[in-house]
């Protein structure tokens, strides 16, 4: 861990309010720190406090207390606009469930982070051609998300997380709907993104995508409570299929 | 925001709106038809008190019209029957102290108005024997059709000439050429010398003829020195025994003002002057510009009460862009949730949504105009309505229907805004 690490999360805790008097620890004190160009996976059983860290590390919630620096801010204590500034231009995100806007059109959703950072859809209108093009969608970038398959759809996702240039790309369980052979495919996307200087964090269940990963965070009532270090020798199969 | 990022999000509203053309086409129907109601009901309230207006306009809006009035408690007395003769009403000599005391009078023409039948071979019509001055036409508005009007030599040497409206000449002389032709008024012969047109009655009503033999618009036009010679000032009317007699001078005198200016400071100086000498009040006075200023308030709450009917329609269309945002915002959480994500502050959230309402109602109330102004020309055409559409019922229906889309676009926008990014995007 030579290079300056992008992410440093500094004893976070976030505690929720539910029904009036039940709170619930999501977070007990969590200390990582990610270095940039890491492929990390996050994993856990349900409950563990991954989805809640996600949330925290793509700047969707702030932590009840501690601190997270994101490149060089601290971004713990920011106020709405300016997370969203953040999560615009940092951060890339991809979904589950793919999350693509249904009346815009390929290359429309690519340019959506771009759009809300007051980009010109005809100025941002190449790079996010070449970025559909690197998923190889380049010859649908009029059709619709109801007219792609799901894999091709999690592709539109990839790119649109691209668009914005960030600093991490969060992944929120991106093979979860789709089939083994598809999912693959976007993994191996994902691996090349890796190995091209991208740093990944990826949230899953699934040991077979944990593997790929350099590094696994397993969670556990709030806290992490096994890091270690995956065998290296994912990145370069990816690049293979690729 | 950037010009050409506006445009975008207007874009992305128009898009998402295509989205569901059903729902959107419903949604914008109730400003269409507040829009459309708004201007037509304006046009048709306009149009109605057009016609009023005009009708007023033509009696002169700088003539002043004093008539003579049976003085009611006089008329009870001779309730009785006998020979009583009924002394009232407006003398020579009022017209001449008009033409002098009051500023402003350019003339006054005295009129005296005896129903009379006129006969022409085997037609006999009742009429109305208007003996008065050579400029009329000047002052009343009336419109020669044929030959002409009486003139300054008929006046002076008291000619048995006579000009008669072509409503009655149309009777009289179904088939003759009315001019140079005699008809016979109280055993006196006539000589036609015009056919003239009165422009304050118009022809649909001059046409109609009406089982009661009323004399609507048979008016005959003699000198009314004639009329003084002949008729006498002493009119008998009935039979015997309740033969009612009355000595009426002048039944009209209507007086000719320089400019409106004049018109209503001389009304009470008219009153003055004639009360000195008639305390019965046997006369009254109609000033036309007045009966146009009542018919232009008149007017004016008649617009407020259509206007508020209509804007109350235009007020449930809001509510009803209203309703069908707060659903396309439950509708869409998910893709707000993705937008917050993806850098999308709350301020472009609103916009969006903002931006959607406004398409629709100003996208609605665009149609309602055209249509707005189609309706009243059915209505023309339909029901022979005269109808006006101004520019100002446009004006304000669209500017209504652009801001009825701002303030119910308003609370689904903010709602849209405050979610939750992480509810959003957890959001089934």
């Known amino acids: 861990m030579k290079s300056k690490s992008i992410i440093r999360i500094e004893e976070i805790v976030k505690r929720y309010v539910l029904g009036g008097e039940h709170e619930v620890l999501a977070l007990n004190g969590v200390d990582v720190s990610i270095p940039e160009g890491e492929y990390v996976a996050i994993m856990g059983p349900s409950g563990s406090g991954k989805s809640t860290m996600l949330n925290i590390l793509g700047c969707l919630d702030r932590p009840t207390s501690g601190r997270y620096f994101l490149g060089e801010q601290d971004v713990s204590t920011m106020p709405d606009d300016d997370l969203s500034e953040v999560r615009g231009k940092r951060i890339g995100f991809i979904f589950q469930s793919y999350n693509l806007i249904a009346q815009l059109t390929v290359i429309e959703n690519i340019q959506v982070p771009l759009f809300y950072q007051g980009q010109n859809l005809k100025d941002s209108y190449d790079r996010c051609a070449e970025l559909a093009e690197l998923v190889g969608l380049g010859d649908r970038l009029h059709h619709r998300p109801n007219q792609l398959s799901g894999g091709q759809q999690q ?13 991490m790309i969060l992944a929120d369980e991106p093979t979860g709907n789709l089939d083994s052979k598809t999912g693959i495919e976007v993994l191996n996307m994902i691996g090349k993104l890796n190995a091209d200087g991208k740093t990944i964090v990826l949230v899953t269940h699934d040991n077979m995508v944990a593997e790929r990963a350099h590094r696994v965070l397993h969670m556990k009532d709030g806290k992490v409570d096994r890091d270690f270090r995956n065998p290296p020798r994912e990145s370069s199969e990816a690049k293979k299929v690729a | 925001m950037q010009r050409s990022q506006f445009i975008s999000t207007v874009h992305l509203g128009v898009k998402s709106l295509l989205l569901h053309k059903l729902r959107s086409g419903l949604t914008m129907l109730g400003i269409i038809f507040g829009v459309c109601s708004v201007i037509s009901m304006l046009a048709i309230g306009e149009g109605a008190s057009y016609e009023a207006q005009e009708a007023i306009k033509k009696l002169g809006s700088t003539n002043i019209i004093i008539r003579s009035l049976k003085p009611p408690d006089e008329a009870s007395d001779s309730g009785g029957g006998g020979n009583f003769e009924l002394n009232y009403g407006l003398t020579y000599e009022d017209g001449a102290r008009l033409q002098s005391t009051i500023p402003g009078v350019v003339r006054v023409l005295p009129m005296r108005i005896i129903r009379e039948n006129v006969r022409f071979n085997v037609n006999l019509i009742p009429c109305q024997v208007i003996g008065t001055l050579p400029f009329y036409p000047g002052i009343v508005g009336v419109d020669i059709v044929k030959g002409r009007f009486l003139c300054d030599a008929d006046e002076k040497h008291q000619q048995n000439v006579c000009a008669i409206t072509t409503a009655l000449a149309s009777r009289l002389f179904p088939y003759q050429a009315p001019l140079d032709q005699a008809v016979k008024i109280a055993g006196v012969y006539y000589r036609v010398v015009g056919l003239v047109q009165e422009l304050n009655t118009p022809d649909k009503r001059a046409q109609t003829e009406d089982p009661e033999g009323e004399t609507l618009d048979n008016f005959v036009y003699i000198p009314i020195s004639t009329s003084r010679s002949r008729f006498g000032e002493t009119i008998f009317r009935g039979s015997f025994p309740n033969i009612e007699a009355e000595s009426v001078e002048l039944h009209e005198i209507r007086v000719k003002m320089a400019s409106t200016e004049f018109v209503e400071t001389a009304a009470p100086q008219i009153k003055n002057v004639l009360n000195r000498f008639h305390d019965q009040g046997d006369y009254e006075v109609i000033v036309p510009l007045q009966l146009l200023r009542q018919a232009e308030a008149t007017k004016r709450i008649f617009n407020i009460v259509l206007g508020s009917i209509a ?31 993806l850098g999308a502050k709350k301020q472009d959230i609103t916009t969006q949504f903002l931006v959607e309402t406004v398409v629709l109602s100003v996208g609605g109330g665009l149609i309602g105009v055209l249509i707005g102004v189609l309706v009243p020309l059915m209505v023309t055409y339909l029901a022979d309505m005269k109808t006006i559409v101004t520019w100002w019922s446009v004006a304000i229906a669209f500017s209504i229907s652009g801001a009825i889309g701002i303030l119910f676009g308003l609370y689904p926008a903010t709602a849209a805004a405050n979610l939750d990014p992480i509810d959003a995007l957890r959001h089934e």
């Open chain 1, 155 to 167: 592709r539109v996702a990839v790119a649109r997380s691209l668009a914005n240039d960030p600093l």
């Open chain 2, 311 to 341: 804007a109350i329609s235009l007020l449930v269309g809001g509510i009803g862009i209203m309703n069908i945002m707060l659903a396309t915002v439950t509708e869409r959480t998910r893709e707000i949730g993705v937008r917050r994500a």
